[in-house]
T-cell receptor, first 111, second 114 residues
């Protein structure tokens, strides 16, 4: 399976702390994306990083990509209670026809 | 500029009935993807369509499931003779082109089979 895997499965932190989530995948990719899903809702696109990029920032989000290790990390700095959600990484695989999602990291930020 | 729209948001069907899920992509997007999410799991790809064409249906169950994206109107995911195991959230996403562009997701349709 080309499916990505997020680690940890669940993470609970205090408001203001940083949260780091990791994603590993199995095959070569063109790009990797991170999504957020609030409970019972659809997915919200957070950030896309291309295979030739190593790091990307967007507001309080920092994403890194290491294609040699087939892994990516998502860092949320100065977390807020509103960041409580599940976070998924998605890779596009070799055909680009579909995206492979991991099982997600459930983040809880305690106010 | 409306996002991806899906309807209905919730659908309850009895075993053996048919379920029809609709997806209207974002304006200017001609690529539609359907995913299924079982409870406590990530999204699993089902099918990728462009207008009037099925490009990749490698994630679709071989029986009872079909999808279309006609020249006019929304994309339809159709499940015939639903069973309890079909209960899940079904998400549609659209993109302007395939590959390097992010996919924009709809709010999903939650199907419950009783």
């Amino acid at each position: 399976s080309q499916q990505g895997e997020e680690d940890p499965q669940a993470l609970s932190i205090q408001e203001g702390e940083n949260a780091t989530m990791n994603c590993s995948y199995k095959t070569s990719i063109n790009n990797l994306q991170w999504y957020r899903q609030n409970s019972g809702r659809g997915l919200v696109h957070l950030i896309l990083i291309r295979s030739n990029e190593r790091e990307k920032h967007s507001g309080r989000l920092r994403v890194t990509l290491d294609t040699s290790k087939k892994s990516s990390s998502l860092l949320i700095t100065a977390s807020r209670a509103a960041d409580t959600a599940s976070y998924f990484c998605a890779t596009d695989g070799s055909t680009g026809n579909q995206f492979y999602f991991g099982t997600g990291t459930s983040l809880t930020v305690i106010p | 500029n409306a996002g991806v729209m899906q309807n209905p948001r919730h659908l309850v069907r009895r075993r053996g009935q048919e379920a029809r899920l609709r997806c209207s992509p974002m304006k200017g997007h001609s690529h539609v993807y359907w995913y299924r999410q079982l409870p406590e799991e990530g999204l699993k790809f089902m099918v990728y369509l462009q207008k009037e064409n099925i490009i990749d249906e490698s994630g679709m169950p071989k029986e009872r499931f079909s999808a279309e994206f006609p020249k006019e109107g929304p994309s339809i995911l159709r499940i015939q003779q639903v069973v309890r195991g079909d209960s899940a959230a079904y998400f549609c996403a659209s993109s302007r082109s395939r590959g390097s562009h992010e996919q924009y997701f709809g709010p999903g349709t939650r199907l419950t089979v009783t």
